[in-house]
């Protein structure tokens, strides 16, 4: 267990307080996001309306609007909340993070790990698109695929840039911001706080990439999403710095992006919708997984010498 947790006092209480707080810092996000719209309304002929995502995908102007709402939400939701929570206690963010400790062969390591990780997650994608469940969960089923094509359809709308200056906005509202803010909460406080309560670190990876996932609130996209999980949360227990995970999840946010504006400029000759639903061939997604797990063991044994690990 890393030592300068075992300081934490109660965590069990925290955890359910950094939910509760969490939950509170939503909440405010929607209002402040109400507020901004009735601003913009306010001084604007061409007023925003949101009355679902068919009404927000059928404006070109909701684009912008939509990532900026979206970024104060994360910065809110995920971080400030339990920041301010924590702060309390003398839990601060400079234990966490240290960037002036990064060191280049790891972090070249872990861009390759990343990568290949990716590209093999995209078979796990299109699995885990195509599950069927038992007859007595349809209505679930036919609920949560329900969701998942509006899902798609507004991720696609997102990322669907008209210009460079939206795919910079597109970096930072769902690049930078959610890979700074998410591992923050989900591995910098919650991995580190199951850590205390279970006394095993692998269960506090994969029970805080569980939550990782879940919060995402897409079932079709519940495993990948947790594996990815999984991998940054390895890479924080390895490194014991939350710098590496942090930029794990920014490559891999960052490229999805890339490759949607690319696809969106005519730079490659790939629709949105086929970059989206593109997957390797099976096998060749397994010797990428195979590539990605040496490279995850050589990052490991980077930092082997700095610490014992369990």
Same mark, same amino acid.
């Not at 947790?5 to 909440?27: C, E, M, R, T, Y």
């Not at 397994?286 to 590539?291: E, I, K, R, S, T």
């Given at each position: ?152 359809? $507004?991720?696609? *709308?997102?990322? !669907? #840039?008209?210009? @460079?200056?939206? %795919?910079? /906005? ?6 930078? +911001? ?28 994969? $029970?805080?990439? *569980?939550?990782? !996932? #879940?919060?995402? @609130?897409?079932? %079709?996209? /519940? ?6 999980? +999984? ?80």
């Amino acid at each position: 267990m890393n030592k300068e947790i075992q300081n934490f006092s109660n965590p069990k209480k925290d955890l359910l307080l950094i939910i509760v707080a969490v939950l509170i810092g939503f909440v405010i996000s929607q209002f402040i996001g109400g507020i901004y719209i009735l601003i913009y309304n306010f001084f604007s002929d061409n007023p925003l309306k949101i009355e679902g995502i068919s009404s927000i995908i059928a404006n070109s102007n909701m684009r912008n609007h939509f990532l900026v709402i979206q970024s104060f939400t994360s910065l809110i939701v995920f971080f400030l909340a339990p920041y301010i929570y924590l702060r309390g206690k003398k839990e601060f963010l400079s234990d966490l993070l240290k960037f002036n400790k990064i060191q280049f062969s790891p972090l070249i390591i872990l861009f390759f790990a990343t990568i290949c990780f990716m590209l093999f997650n995209g078979l796990i994608i299109e699995w885990n698109k195509n599950i069927e469940l038992p007859s007595f969960f349809s209505s679930f089923e036919e609920y949560a695929k329900n969701k998942e094509l509006e899902l798609e359809k $507004l991720t696609l *709308f997102l990322v !669907s #840039f008209e210009n @460079f200056n939206e %795919y910079l /906005l597109g970096i930072i509202a769902v690049a930078i +911001i959610p890979a700074f803010c998410e591992e923050y909460l989900f591995r910098g406080v919650i991995q580190k706080k199951l850590e205390l309560i279970f006394k095993n670190i692998h269960v506090a990876i994969f $029970l805080s990439s *569980f939550v990782f !996932s #879940f919060f995402h @609130f897409q079932f %079709y996209g /519940l495993i990948p999403r947790m594996l990815l999980g +999984i991998l940054f949360g390895y890479f924080y227990y390895f490194s014991n710095n939350l710098s590496y995970p942090i930029i794990a999840h920014f490559i891999n946010n960052f490229s999805a992006l890339t490759l949607f504006y690319f696809s969106s400029s005519g730079i490659i000759d790939l629709s949105v919708e086929d970059v989206n639903n593109y997957q390797f061939p099976f096998f060749l997604s397994l010797l990428l997984l195979a590539v990605s797990l040496c490279f995850i063991r050589l990052f490991y044994l980077n930092f082997l010498h700095i610490k014992k690990f369990i």
